[in-house]
């Protein structure tokens, strides 16, 4: 699991079976380098919609099974195709990319549920079909892990996301606890503050332990490679609480001993401990 780049997902790591390794690597690469359009260098907007207009085209191609493709798209459709992936959840992807270079401000919880649903849940539900078991109890845990990692990335990136002029906390709740978008960081907000993200990290450890069944009911490596992705993600927002919820002070990431614990609470993992 990445925490640091593009936490939503499980970049193949050892505990990824061998022979689904190639399909993940080519989601991920498609994942990356179309949020990389959306988020990095100094292009324009129109710029980064047309790039995005480019991949959705190259989804199009995919999907007519047309030939033609670039070497990174000729991986996808491979991948697409020997796993009999679905097509919706990479156009989801995009139409969430697409939205980032548009919105910048989410009005409300509901609605930042949505953004995630298209951001960060399609990455899950693609991991589904390639484990075979993309069944309906499955998928709604899913989802509540993926958008649980979206919204704890957020939460991490405050500062960095105020620094490219977006907030991805919901415009109600800082109104909730009388705090300005325009002066998040100001000193004398530090108890209002303190409190709005307390209420941040309640909610999102919450949705998280709601998906959480799902990393113990699947077996094997699979099973653990979601627990190690779930206790990740706990560990984030403890770290987020271990500095007071200050972001603008420090970014809390996992860092090198973390990972040992979030392994041995990983191993640990039962539904009763849930």
């Known amino acids: 699991m990445s925490v640091d780049h593009y936490e939503n997902f499980p970049v193949a790591s050892i505990l990824m079976p061998r022979r689904l390794r190639p399909a993940v690597e080519a989601i991920y690469a498609f994942a990356r380098s179309a949020d990389d359009i959306a988020d990095e260098g100094d292009a324009t907007p129109e710029q980064r919609l047309a790039g995005l207009a480019a991949y959705e085209e190259a989804l199009g191609r995919i999907e007519r099974a047309e030939g033609g493709h670039e070497p990174m798209f000729e991986r996808l459709a491979g991948a697409i195709e020997h796993h009999h992936l679905p097509m919706r959840p990479f156009y989801d992807l995009l139409s969430a990319f697409k939205q980032d270079v548009t919105v910048t401000r989410y009005q409300d919880y509901a609605t930042l549920l949505d953004y995630c649903a298209r951001s960060a849940n399609p990455v899950g539900l693609l991991m589904l079909h390639l484990y075979g078991a993309a069944d309906e109890q499955n998928i709604r845990q899913s989802d509540a892990i993926c958008s649980a990692l979206q919204i704890i990335n957020f939460l991490q990136d405050v500062a960095i996301d105020e620094h490219k002029e977006r907030i991805y906390l919901p415009m109600e709740d800082l109104a909730r606890y009388a705090l300005s978008p325009a002066h998040l960081a100001r ?12 209420f941040q990290v309640d909610r999102a450890r919450a949705l998280m332990l709601e998906g959480a069944p799902l990393a113990c009911r699947l077996k094997g490596r699979i099973g653990l490679e979601l627990r190690m992705v779930v ?7 403890e770290a987020i609480e271990e500095v007071e919820y200050d972001v603008f002070l420090r970014r809390p990431k996992l860092e090198k ?11 640990r993992m039962r539904p009763s401990s849930l």
């Open 187 to 198: 000193p004398d907000n530090r108890a209002k503050w303190r409190a709005m993200m307390k």
């Open 231 to 237: 206790q990740g993600g706990l560990r984030i927002l």
């Open 257 to 267: 001993g973390d990972w040992f614990k979030v392994f041995w609470r990983a191993l």
